[in-house]
């Protein structure tokens, strides 16, 4: 999680991490059910109780529609099965924390163009364009990193389920369709052959 | 088990009657044989012997007294050394002459009719020698044969009489004793699928073990189905939690690596621990489905926001293959009366099999409309197909179609849905779409 | 034309009955009032003048019947029927002892009616023998003869009475005679039997040059003429029909005991017409037949409260008892033992 830029707290028993939660504020909670110290739904229910409501994805082994209702009555905003991809749960998270909206969204600039990750909208040249799915991704990560070489491998690891088997020139596509979107700005995405692929502005 | 009781009171009626006829021919037998041995004893013990030969002298009583029970004819024969002096002389002799004093009994016949014949055997004096006189007194047995038979008769009455009360009291019986049976067996009936609490209601010492019976067994029942909820639970987890940490390390490993060689290795690692984590997963599903649609607690479900809540929890998926998630909202509301776990797994698995299905770029479609009584619950992809394979095949356990080898699935998906339908009272088709995709339709009937 | 026809008839019916070889006294025949369609042949030993206004009666309600009467002796009646087998519709006798013989022997035929259910037990036996009347047997005396002795209340003062006067009774005393007679058997018998009595009466008898009878009305007759004082043992229905009430012979029923006969009837076995005999008898048992009977023909009806009316009245009973004294040895030895008391040779 650390390699996508979230900063990251690892409580590994619920004392931990209600140490923690007593220590600092959080954006998000991953909460794995079964603890070596106790329930995390019994955990959960508490928090909710106490009124916190830093939004909580739970990650559990139970599969089955009947955990998943139980969990979301309990408090859960969603969860993830286990063993999960790590892009499910970055989507699941990025989903959440939309939903949660709210203060900790700010706009971000870049060069002359706005973005707004709230409704994945840039507003280029007072044009507002939608972003979608892998080319909002896209756009995120090297957002993230501005000047910042991505590799063909880094990207193809974050934007495509590890299972998936991906197209050589499957980047490339999405490359394209984020140019397409960038036109009019200052802001472009630079191939450097062989090495991988920037956002830079000109 | 009434029957049962009437007819072996039938049995017994009919018991009583015999034994009683029996009983009575023999009683009313042996009071005449006593009194015919009485009367043949009155005349032996009145021969003299002289010295001219044996007197013999015929009490009235003697005969009188054969009077006594009934009208039957009598006959007598005296024999002295052999000889027959009076009485009737064709009368038929015993076969073993008497020994000692008293009087031996036989039945023969005689002018037309059965006679009991009593015989006495007594030795005279006379002139010192001694003479033999066989005293013999018979009596028709008519008399008899009409008491046995009213005696016989009156306990046929009686007995049917008993009948008649044990049959009555058969019926009550079985009545009182099946009743609390019954009660008992509508309340247990009346129960919801997943009540398993013990009966607490009263009952009838007699029931007494039955109910514990019942109730141990209950006990026992819900035992055997919490702990294989406790399995089915405790499965998934050994089983992911391994596949988990494995996941995590490969996908750790692969962003560490830009060897195209290490990384081809690593992506069919994790799809391996993907298809194990999913057939598992399905296993799993599939278990808990079957104890459900056996199980089923049915709720009012008001279709069209669960509907769009399952389709919702999709969406983060769907976002990163890059598919669109698209509803159509029915026009008004619609519930119904089913399992909600049922539902819901049943709907999710068409979901998730359309988004794993399509191409990037694809769309999925989820709507829902009403057609007549049933609610129709469609999704429909622009993905790869069935391509050729009849959809029936598909909803065979396990199999899988021939298109579908790089994407991860058990192939119990389709099954679910199928018999979640089928639980439900619905129908579920599944076809090609025209210009490519496929069309999963889910009717469901509807409650209003 | 028909009378003569009738006589013709009448004649070889009285000469076939002398071929059959039984004793007839006395014949009768009753034509049909309108065309016969059959004939009903009674064997009986009571008069035919006792009998004649019953027939009447029955051929009022039974137009074609024919009816022959024939009057015999107990005996004769007994040998024509289990002898002979005479076939006779009916047979009517008051010796109760050689009609329970010709029952018992299977002689008889069952018959049932209503007529005959109505009848009190002791007055039937098997549905083969039935009683149509009942009389007291009693002693007839002189008053006049009797004048200034107490009339004798029971055997015992019988006895007395006549050892106490000798004379005063020898030869004047009249009874049955056993050995001729059937009836005067049964009562001799039945006296025995019932008490010590009467042997000692038939030694004083005995004593006494008692006159011996075979029939009551004899009996009635030397009364009245003043042959006898005494008669002992007659049958009372004569007697009642004969004596004049309030006249010179009194009616005693001796106190100690009084046996009642039982005038019987039955069907033979060899009858012809057995279902024209059964109609006679129910007519004989109807309350028709038996007021008929008592007021024409003085033989009283059966009746048991009558016989409850009187503590000495005993009843002689139709039971396999009669058969003791039919029995030839026991006939002969009661008749040696009678004949050494009363006749005394």
Excluded at chain 2, 123 to 141: D, G, I, M, N, Y
Excluded at chain 2, 220 to 249: C, D, K, N, V, Y
Excluded at chain 2, 418 to 426: K, N, T
Excluded at chain 3, 211 to 220: A, E, N, P, R
């Amino acid at each position: 999680m650390s390699l996508d830029g979230h900063g990251v707290d690892w409580a590994a028993s619920l004392a931990e991490a209600e140490d923690h939660l007593a220590a600092a504020t959080y954006d998000l909670i991953l909460l794995d059910i079964m603890l070596p110290d106790g329930d995390g739904r019994d955990f959960l229910a508490a928090h909710r109780r106490a009124k916190r409501d830093t939004p909580v994805i739970v990650m559990t082994a139970r599969s089955a529609v009947s955990d998943r209702v139980a969990l979301l009555d309990t408090g859960a905003d969603d969860y993830v099965t286990k063993p999960f991809d790590f892009n499910e749960l970055e989507a699941r998270v990025r989903a959440v924390l939309r939903r949660r909206g709210g203060a900790a969204q700010t706009l971000q600039t870049y060069a002359d163009l706005t973005f707004d990750p709230l409704t994945a909208t840039l507003t280029v040249a007072g044009e507002a364009r939608e972003l979608r799915n892998r080319e909002l991704r896209l756009f995120e990560i090297l957002l993230a990193g501005p000047d910042r070489i991505f590799s063909k491998t880094q990207l193809v690891d974050r934007l495509f389920s590890a299972a998936e088997s991906v197209t050589d020139n499957a980047i490339e596509v999405y490359v394209g369709r984020l140019r397409r979107k960038l036109e009019g700005s200052r802001a472009r995405i630079e191939t450097v052959r062989g090495v991988g692929y920037r956002l830079t502005q000109s | 088990m009434v029957i049962q009781l009437l007819l072996v009171a039938a049995i017994l009626s009919a018991l009583l009657y015999l034994s009683v006829r029996s009983v009575a021919f023999s009683a009313v037998e042996t009071t005449q044989d006593r009194i015919l041995g009485a009367a043949t004893l009155a005349i032996a013990e009145e021969l003299r012997g002289g010295a001219e030969g044996v007197s013999v002298d015929i009490p009235y009583a003697a005969f009188s007294m054969l009077g006594a029970i009934g009208e039957d004819r009598v006959f007598y024969r005296i024999l002295i050394a052999g000889e027959t002096v009076t009485g009737y002389d064709d009368l038929p002799l015993p076969e073993n002459p008497p020994e000692g004093l008293d009087p031996t009994f036989y039945s023969v016949a005689y002018q037309g009719e059965k006679v009991r014949v009593s015989a006495a055997y007594r030795s005279v004096l006379v002139a010192r020698k001694p003479t033999e006189v066989l005293v013999l007194v018979a009596q028709t047995r008519s008399v008899q044969a009409e008491i046995v038979a009213r005696l016989a008769n009156q306990a046929a009455a009686l007995g049917l009489g008993f009948f008649a009360v044990a049959a009555l009291l058969s019926i009550a019986t079985g009545r009182s004793v099946l009743q609390p049976v019954q009660r008992l067996a509508e309340a247990v009936g009346r129960r919801g699928p997943n009540d398993l609490r013990p009966v607490a209601r009263p009952v009838p010492e007699e029931l007494g073990p039955l109910v514990a019976a019942l109730n141990g067994f209950m006990m026992r029942l819900s035992g055997a189905l919490s702990r294989t909820e406790t399995f089915i639970a405790e499965a998934a987890h050994h089983i992911r939690t391994p596949l988990t940490s494995l996941r995590m390390q490969a996908e750790i490993a692969l962003r560490q690596t830009e060897d195209e060689e290490v990384r081809k290795t690593l992506r069919a690692m994790i799809r391996s621990v993907d298809d194990s984590a999913r057939s598992a997963g399905q296993l799993l599903d599939h278990a808990a489905v079957i104890y459900r649609t056996d199980q089923r607690s049915e709720e009012t479900i008001d279709l069209w926001p669960l509907v769009e809540g399952l389709v919702d929890s999709f969406r983060p998926l769907a976002e990163m293959r890059d598919v669109e998630l698209h509803t159509i909202a029915p026009p008004e509301g619609m519930t119904l009366v089913a399992d909600r776990v049922l539902l819901e797994s049943a709907i999710r698995n068409l979901v998730d099999n359309a988004i794993k299905y399509s191409f990037a770029d694809g769309l999925v479609e989820v709507g829902l409309h009403r057609e007549g009584q049933m609610a129709h619950i469609w999704v429909h992809d622009r993905g790869r197909g069935l391509s050729g394979v009849r959809a029936s095949e598909l909803m065979v356990r396990f199999q899988r179609g021939s298109n579908v080898e790089d994407v991860i699935g058990s192939g119990l998906g389709l099954t679910i849905v199928r018999e979640v339908a089928a639980a439900a009272g619905g129908n579920f088709k599944l076809g090609e779409r025209e210009g490519g995709g496929t069309c999963a339709d889910l009717y469901l009937p509807l409650s209003d | 034309m028909r009378g003569f026809v009738f006589a013709i008839v009448g004649l070889i019916a009285l000469a076939a009955s002398q071929a059959a070889g039984f004793e007839v006294e006395e014949e009768r025949d009753f034509p049909s009032l309108a065309d016969e369609s059959a004939v009903l042949s009674i064997l009986s030993t009571t008069d035919s003048t006792v009998f004649t206004p019953l027939i009447l009666a029955y051929q009022q309600a039974n137009p074609t019947v024919r009816v022959t009467y024939t009057v015999a002796s107990t005996t004769e009646v007994y040998s024509a029927l289990h002898e002979e087998k005479a076939a006779f519709d009916l047979a009517v006798s008051s010796a109760m002892d050689l009609q329970m013989k010709l029952a018992n022997d299977g002689d008889a035929l069952s018959h049932q009616s209503a007529m005959t259910s109505a009848l009190p037990a002791w007055a039937r036996w098997r549905d083969q023998l039935f009683g149509f009347s009942q009389e007291p047997v009693v002693l007839l005396v002189s008053q006049k003869a009797l004048a200034g002795l107490n009339l004798p209340e029971t055997r015992a003062d019988l006895i007395a009475l006549m050892r106490e006067n000798p004379d005063r009774f020898r030869g004047r005393i009249g009874t049955y005679d056993p050995t001729r007679s059937g009836a005067g058997y049964l009562f001799a018998t039945q006296d025995a039997r019932q008490s010590d009595t009467f042997w000692r009466l038939s030694e004083v008898m005995g004593n006494l040059d008692t006159k011996l009878y075979t029939g009551t009305s004899d009996m009635i007759a030397g009364l009245l003429v003043g042959d006898i004082d005494m008669a002992y043992n007659a049958l009372g229905s004569y007697a009642a029909a004969s004596l004049a009430p309030g006249g010179d012979v009194q009616i005693i029923e001796l106190q100690d005991f009084t046996h009642v006969l039982l005038r019987t009837a039955l069907i033979p076995a060899q009858a012809r017409d057995p279902d024209l005999g059964g109609g006679f008898l129910d007519f004989l048992l109807s309350n028709a037949g038996q007021t008929l009977l008592e007021q024409t023909a003085g033989l009283p009806r059966i009746n048991e409260a009558a016989l409850a009316a009187g503590s000495h009245l005993r009843p002689i009973r139709i039971d396999p008892g009669l058969l003791v004294f039919v029995d030839p040895l026991n006939r002969q030895r009661f008749l040696r033992e009678w004949t050494a008391a009363v006749i005394q040779p």
